[in-house]
């Protein structure tokens, strides 16, 4: 397996915590992740 470049870890990061999120809801008072932000 190769290093992946801090772009696609990145990538990869963020949908791990959208498929996270869906089958594990936060608590409210917990903060929103970042990929929220996108545009």
Not at 7 to 35: R, S, W
Request: proline residues 15%.
């Amino acid at each position: 397996m190769y290093p992946l470049s801090s772009l696609e870890f990145t990538t990869y990061f963020q949908v791990g915590l959208e498929l996270t999120e869906i089958h594990l809801p936060l608590p409210p008072q917990a903060p929103k992740p970042l990929i929220t932000m996108k545009t």
